[in-house]
């Protein structure tokens, strides 16, 4: 059983940047792909951006350039950095571990473990 807590969320201007963090319980952290989902009010939940265990990643066309994804599996931590905000970011973001899936369709066939949930609103 894994459990994530994610944190880092809040109110920030169109522009400026935030760092979600995603504290992972549980066994073999390393192991697992993580991912970050995001939803708005009205909308369904989407990717964001996902990292394989060994490294690789992948991100929706709509934060390429802005957002980083990275973990430190030494302390079983999950990251997403975000720069040059916009209001169209604002939504709960989501941390996500599953263990087998491909980081390009991570939450097609559901995930393993979610988190809570951080709520991030970009003003204008």
């Known amino acids: 059983q894994v459990q994530l807590v994610e944190s880092g969320g809040g109110l920030v201007q169109a522009g400026g940047s935030l760092r979600l963090s995603c504290a992972a319980s549980?066994?073999?952290?390393?192991?697992?792909?993580m991912g970050w989902f995001r939803q708005a009010p009205g909308k369904e939940r989407e990717l964001v951006a996902a990292?394989?265990?060994?490294?690789?990643?992948y991100y929706q066309d709509f934060v390429k350039g802005r957002f980083t994804i990275s973990r430190d599996n030494a302390k079983n931590t999950a990251y997403l950095e975000m720069n040059s905000l916009k209001p169209e970011d604002t939504a709960v973001y989501y941390c996500a571990a599953d263990r087998w899936s491909d980081i390009m369709a991570m939450g097609r066939n559901g995930v393993d473990f979610w988190g809570k949930g951080t709520l991030v609103t970009v003003s204008s």
């Open positions: 990292m394989s265990s060994g490294g690789g990643t």
């Open positions: 549980g066994r073999n952290f390393s192991r697992y792909v």
